[in-house]
């Protein structure tokens, strides 16, 4: 990917890089999981957010994800991107599988390359939901009441007074309880190198929560805080050269984080099963703000703030003293 011609190698930083030249393979595979795969697997596979039961091992090297819409909008993303520049910044796919009447789509599982990592899922964007969800004007009292058990206080007297409002005040609600409407991006989950997951992070929306979390996640080491502002800035480059980026609205897409004590780091984006092909004519920025009929939808915005609070993380001295000259980045 090289955006500032460095070489990250020499600072022991996995880059998620693959050559991949010629055709997609596919593998030849029946069934997911079988237990020699999994006696023999580096690491076991761990979900961090969305649907439970909806990701399962397959080979030695990839995973199954399951497909829960009719359409096979991920399926298409990935074979794109395939072909694409932005290629580095995704996992690898392989091929989509039909099984016991259930669709799947085959990609590589991106915790091979590492030694019980570190792991944390961040929902891009200031907008997770399509257009096409909020464009119904019609009033909901089902709605008025779950903004309510979330937060008395939220409606505005006309709003208490009809006990309705519509799905896109609903929608822009929830966006407003976590940092999506203000910086972008929300930490859906996070899963420390020898603990539990913890996925209950929806609501976290200040900088000093935001600053304690990613704190944590890099645990004082500056080595994999530089890496990984470095490998951000990588991804944001990509993504602004990238064909299929700058044409697609990316809705409810993540950035999938990783390091473990071998300071290994990676950034990939993950999940394409709302990512749409804009109009033609329609310029989408990925930074402006929305409104209804304009595509945009923060992604690029919300990857500026991730990487600015990731440099921003003040490291103990007493520890970065003890690193050696040869781990630590150059400024970009």
């Known amino acids: 990917m090289g ?7 020499m600072w022991n930083c996995f880059r998620g890089i693959h050559k991949r030249k010629g055709k997609k393979t596919a593998l030849d595979l029946t069934a997911p999981a079988s237990d020699a795969i999994l006696k023999n697997r580096k690491n076991t596979w761990i979900q961090l957010a969305g649907h439970p039961g909806g990701f399962a091992p397959a080979g030695p090297n990839t995973i199954w994800k399951k497909r829960y819409t009719k359409d096979n909008n991920e399926t298409q993303a ?46 891009m964007g200031t ?32 709003e208490q007074q009809r006990q309705s409002i519509t799905k896109l005040r ?8 976590s940092s999506t409407a203000e910086f972008g991006f929300r930490i859906e989950a996070l899963r420390m190198s020898g603990e539990t997951p913890s996925s209950n992070l929806k609501r976290v929306k200040s900088k000093e929560q935001i600053h304690g979390i990613l704190s944590k996640f890099i645990n004082n080491r500056r080595i994999v805080q530089q890496s990984l502002v470095h490998r951000l800035k990588e991804v944001r480059q990509h993504i602004e050269d990238s064909a299929f980026f700058m044409t697609h609205e990316l809705i409810g897409c993540s950035i999938l984080v990783m390091h473990d004590k071998f300071e290994k780091c990676g950034v990939w984006i993950i999940d394409f099963s709302k990512t749409n092909l804009i109009e033609d004519g329609c310029e989408i920025t990925h930074r402006l703000p929305w409104h209804l009929g304009n595509h945009e939808d923060g992604f690029l915005f919300g990857l500026d703030n ?20 040869s781990q630590t980045i150059p400024d970009s």
């Open 78 to 123: 990935y074979e794109t991107l395939m072909e694409d520049t932005a290629r580095d910044i995704v996992p690898m796919f392989y091929r989509e599988v039909e099984y016991n009447t259930e669709y799947f789509i085959e990609i590589e599982d991106l915790l091979q390359h590492f030694t019980d990592p570190s792991i944390m899922d961040v929902k």
């Open 127 to 158: 907008r997770t939901f399509l257009e096409s969800e909020v464009s119904n004007t019609t009033l909901r009292k089902d709605l008025y009441d779950k903004m309510v058990a979330l937060d008395s206080t939220a409606p505005t007297a006309e």
């Open 3 to 9: 955006v500032n011609g460095h070489s990250i190698g």
């Open 306 to 325: 991730l990487m600015q609070f990731f440099s921003d993380i003040e490291i103990k001295e007493e520890l970065t003293n003890t690193m050696k000259p």
């Open 170 to 177: 609903y929608m822009q609600f929830r966006e407003r309880e």
